[in-house]
């Protein structure tokens, strides 16, 4: 598990490894590492969901921190690479390192990222709810609309659907028992 402090360590790695190297990067944060990065959701995630640059360099590098700091080797990894279409998502800067940049998909972009998911183990659906709060969404449907603007028509299931709707109804209960 990585929590804040692990993730900002690795990235200074990262950019001090790069600079030896004489290579600028980029990383784009989703998911688990955005929402706690960006948003303080949670207090660890497993690992770093994200689309970067220069590919081949980065996972080198990124191996070699995992194999001396005893991490997964995929703690670093492009698995949301087909669901990040940048010409559509904002990005916004996280840290910017001497030759390391960090961003993360905007609120948006994550909310879209999730009602894809739709993925029932409690996280997908605590980080959901959390979006909806941040963007003050009013109805189940304003999080569909969010979706339809970022993700393909195909991805939004019916399994997508009522798992927003059950997300927006818990989001309600919570604000209601304020």
Same mark, same amino acid.
């Given at each position: ?14 950019n001090?490894? =790069? ?18 990065? !960006? ?41 949301? %690479?087909g669901?990040?279409?940048?010409? %559509?998502? %904002?990005?916004v800067?996280?840290?910017?390192y001497?030759?390391l940049?960090?961003?993360?998909i ?6 879209? !990222? ?17 979006? !909806?709060?941040? =963007?003050?969404?009013?109805? &189940?449907?304003? &999080? ?10 195909? =991805? ?23």
């Amino acid at each position: 598990m990585l929590n804040k402090d692990d993730i900002e360590g690795y990235f200074k790695e990262l950019n001090k490894r =790069l600079g030896e190297a004489g290579i600028k990067g980029r990383i784009l944060m989703a998911g688990g590492a955005s929402m706690l990065t !960006m948003f303080g959701v949670s207090e660890s995630t497993l690992d770093i969901d994200a689309v970067f640059e220069p590919s081949k360099e980065m996972k080198e590098i990124a191996k070699r921190i995992a194999n001396e700091n005893d991490l997964e080797e995929d703690w670093l990894n492009d698995g949301v %690479k087909g669901f990040i279409d940048t010409s %559509k998502m %904002k990005s916004v800067l996280y840290k910017e390192y001497s030759n390391l940049v960090v961003e993360s998909i905007d609120a948006e972009g994550l909310l879209a !990222m999730k009602v894809v998911s739709a993925r029932n183990n409690g996280k997908d659906e605590e980080d959901l709810i959390a979006l !909806m709060g941040y =963007l003050n969404i009013g109805a &189940a449907e304003n &999080a569909l609309d969010i979706a339809e603007k970022y993700m393909p028509e195909r =991805l939004l299931t019916a399994k997508s659907q009522y798992f927003t709707q059950e997300a927006f109804n818990k989001y309600i209960e919570g604000k209601r028992s304020r």
